[in-house]
């Protein structure tokens, strides 16, 4: 009996050396892929140290078990008790660390907007706008395109490889190639603060260089080498984007120990959507103004059955995420925009707060400016409007019609966001009839 007892000692005691050594190898790889050169391609996430503890844990936990005569659970709550306690948890608190915020969004959901909220963090903040524009580009007329999986793969990978601060897979889909890394094709480089900023932009002459220019200065072509070494000079980095269609091809992301990836997914109503994309695309949207002068809709055909496709993915995404499996637990958020419309500054706070960053007073400072204004200077993509009105403006611009089909095909993902059907036109255009159901996502 009591080398039994001696067993079980010896065991706990190793139990805790491991546990001590693993958060000392944490440590040193966390220094070792902050000094990672810019080049250098991404390692596996599961390396030789991390298998190797997890299976010596694994096998004292086993021994343990058969000595105690437990089931392996050391904790004094059952699996679904510990569950319950982390997800009672309703606020999150600020915590040091490099954080790695993703912004998933669809065209015309205001996610533009909304990633200025961390654009506009301040020094310790990278941003990437839209990277994998050029992704989807190239393989736009590539068989890769016609799998969903192998396309959903290579925005995971490239996605994976910028939070690392490695640009070198993104390299092979910018066209014209980079020629040393360098690079005046970036989609969208004056979106991003840090790509403006010295020493990733030198001010160049005006007249050579008036086409690549960045809201705070003149800037050369886009050295990619030092665009990842200021990169991993900064503590955070954020990148929005509306290319990823399903949540659950990112959990091999979201999993990767040298990452804390927090996912916030950024839902509109589809009727506000549709309606904001026959005026920011509107050639590509004739069809939809022919059915809206017609005031008939085929609902079999494939614009149709396209729009029921794009709903259908972010209901579905946001299924997963408010599921809240093991893998995305503290680490998903969904907000509506319109919530975000209404009160910016509250919204603001709680993302940052869910993302684990303090909130800045330059951010602040921004919102403060950019969500009161009375007329849209810069036009349908600017970010600097009267968020309120905004986002009521599309209940004046899409016909009745047109309105009635999102509404059938979409209805599900309505539902699913609190967002309310309408039955004639009057409704529609009668702002004092909200269309917004007051709702919590946890």
């Known amino acids: 009996m009591k080398t039994k007892y001696a067993i079980v000692f010896i065991c706990i005691v190793a139990l805790v050396i491991i546990e001590k050594e693993s958060n000392i190898l944490s440590r040193v790889s966390d220094k070792l892929i902050q000094r990672q050169t810019p080049q250098q391609t ?34 004094s709550l059952s699996e679904e008790e510990e569950e319950e306690e982390l997800d009672g948890l309703s606020t999150y608190s600020y915590s040091a660390g490099r954080k790695h915020i993703l912004l998933l969004a669809s065209t015309r959901t205001g996610s533009s907007f909304v990633g200025e909220f961390f654009n506009q963090q301040g020094e310790n903040m990278f941003y990437l706008f839209e ?26 990978d490239v996605l994976q490889a910028l939070f690392l ?36 932009c030198s001010p160049v002459i005006k007249e050579v260089f008036e086409r690549y220019h960045c809201k705070t200065r003149r800037c050369g072509p886009l050295n990619l080498t030092l665009a990842s070494e200021y ?18 091809t990112l959990q091999p992301l979201v999993e990767d120990p040298r990452l804390d990836v927090r996912v916030i997914q950024l839902v509109r109503d589809p009727r506000a959507i549709l309606a904001s994309r026959m005026v920011a695309f509107s050639s590509k949207y004739q069809t939809w103004k022919t ?22 993915n ?28 209404r009160f910016p500054m509250q919204k ?55 309105a009635q089909v999102v509404q059938k095909v979409c209805g599900p993902t309505m539902k699913l966001f609190g967002y309310r059907f309408v039955d004639d036109e009057k409704t529609l255009t009668n702002k004092s009839i909200s269309l917004l159901e007051e709702k919590l996502f946890h």
């Open 165 to 200: 601060c490695d640009f070198s897979p993104l390299e092979k889909f910018i066209s014209p190639p980079p020629e040393d890394h360098i690079t005046p094709a970036l989609f969208r480089r004056e979106s991003s603060i840090s790509l403006c900023e010295e020493p990733v």
């Open 231 to 248: 990169c991993l000079s900064k503590q955070h980095h954020a990148i929005k984007t509306v290319r990823v269609r399903l949540l659950d």
């Open 131 to 156: 990277p994998l524009w050029h992704v989807e580009r190239m393989l736009t007329t590539a068989s890769e395109a016609n799998n969903g999986t192998v396309l959903a793969g290579i925005y995971r």
């Open 42 to 75: 991404p390692q596996s996430p599961l390396d030789y140290n991390n298998t190797t503890h997890n299976g010596s844990l694994a096998m004292l936990k086993m021994l343990l078990s058969k000595l105690t005569g437990t089931t392996g659970n050391y904790s």
């Open 314 to 341: 972010i209901r579905v995404s946001a299924e997963v995420g408010l599921s809240r499996p093991r893998w995305l637990r503290r680490r998903y958020m969904l907000v509506r925009y319109e919530d975000i419309a």
């Open 348 to 402: 603001a706070e709680e993302m940052y707060r869910f993302t684990g960053i303090p909130f800045s007073p330059q951010a602040k400072e921004w919102i403060l400016r950019n969500t009161q204004t009375t007329q849209e200077a810069r036009g349908i993509y600017s970010t600097q409007k009267n968020s309120s009105e905004q986002a009521e403006k599309w209940r004046y611009n899409i016909p009745f019609t047109l």
């Open 291 to 312: 059915w809206a002068q017609d005031g008939q809709v085929p609902e079999d055909d494939e614009e149709v059955k396209r729009l029921k496709g794009n709903c259908d």
